[in-house]
């Protein structure tokens, strides 16, 4: 679900939204089940998912590139 991959990644509802490029409230109709994400958004999760996964397993002078930002990259 959205609201176990925001917790996942330590992020608020706000900072979700803001990193997704949606806003708040379409992040709390997709917490409490009236939308699902789509399109796009499905894609950018799957990003940020793997930003957080290479940050954690990668090495120490590495990290700091690999949190640099998904958004960033697009």
């Not at 917490?31 to 954690?56: F, H, W």
Request: proline content about 4%; overall charge positive; hydrophobic content about 40%.
């Amino acid at each position: 679900s959205t609201e176990q991959t925001r917790a996942r990644l330590g992020m608020s509802r706000q900072e979700f939204a803001k990193e997704l490029g949606v806003s708040i409230d379409l992040v709390n109709s997709w917490a409490i089940g009236r939308r699902k994400p789509k399109g796009t958004v499905i894609k950018l999760m799957e990003m940020l998912i793997q930003q957080a996964y290479n940050a954690q397993t990668a090495p120490p002078a590495t990290k700091a590139s690999a949190q640099a930002g998904v958004l960033a990259k697009i």
